[in-house]
T-cell receptor, first 112, second 112 residues
Framework: GENVGLHLPTLSVQEGDNSIINCAYS??????FIWYKQESGKGPQFIID?????DKRQGQRVTVLLNKTVKHLSLQIAATQPGDSAVYFC???????????FGTGTRLKVLA | DGGITQSPKYLFRKEGQNVTLSCEQN?????MYWYRQDPGQGLRLIYY???????QKGDIAEGYSVSREKKESFPLTVTSAQKNPTAFYLC???????????FGSGTRLTVV
């Protein structure tokens, strides 16, 4: 049905602190996961991905952690900057399918 | 440069009118998608297409229609049957399940 009234959770962090954004994914058979960043009025952009045969993957200032036991994904942003303010979505995919399932999203606000 | 282009960026519709949103990609991707995003909410799948001349309904297809006559193009028509069309519409394309989505910059539709 329609998700009427569903609002995004918000995470507020001080500039320079580390941010941790969490996501509970839905399908235990999913084997590929992506984090997207969406700035206001723009389309989502790829940040980092991870496959189910990994527990951790690091990029520039970002780290994704995968816990398959509890179907949990997290995105860690080091030394958060004002430009990191955006909505962050996780997405999951099952091998052999073209369709991704998106999480609800988390709004990150960076405080000066 | 390869990419995915949505047009127009802003669109105004009178009640009772049909409008068509354009989505074009030159990435040679097989799959294309349409998502709807309401303020403060996540992405909801409207329609998707894995191959030319074939498409499937997503979670909220009522009041929308699509066509996929060319690999590069996947236009979305918002019909008068869609009772609450004001939203941000995102088009995406993908080369397959392991490659994630490339998103367009979105079209903001407002009913006046």
């Amino acid at each position: 049905g329609e998700n009427v009234g569903l609002h995004l959770p918000t995470l507020s962090v001080q500039e320079g602190d580390n941010s941790i954004i969490n996501c509970a994914y839905s399908n235990s058979a999913s084997d590929y996961f992506i984090w997207y960043k969406q700035e206001s009025g723009k389309g989502p952009q790829f940040i980092i991905d991870i496959r189910s045969n990994m527990d951790k993957r690091q990029g520039q200032r970002v780290t994704v952690l995968l816990n398959k036991t509890v179907k949990h994904l997290s995105l860690q942003i080091a030394a958060t900057q004002p430009g990191d303010s955006a909505v962050y979505f996780c997405a999951e995919n099952m091998a052999g399918t073209y369709k991704y399932i998106f999480g609800t999203g988390t709004r990150l606000k960076v405080l000066a | 440069d390869g990419g995915i282009t949505q047009s127009p960026k802003y669109l105004f519709r009178k009640e009772g009118q049909n409008v068509t949103l354009s989505c074009e990609q030159n990435l040679n991707h097989d799959a294309m998608y349409w998502y709807r995003q309401d303020p403060g909410q996540g992405l909801r799948l409207i329609y998707y297409s894995q191959i030319v001349n074939d498409f499937q309904k997503g979670d909220i297809a009522e009041g929308y229609s699509v066509s996929r006559e060319k690999k590069e193009s996947f236009p979305l028509t918002v019909t008068s049957a869609q009772k609450n069309p004001t939203a941000f519409y995102l088009c995406a394309s993908s080369a397959g399940g392991d490659y994630g989505y490339t998103f367009g910059s979105g079209t903001r539709l407002t009913v006046v």
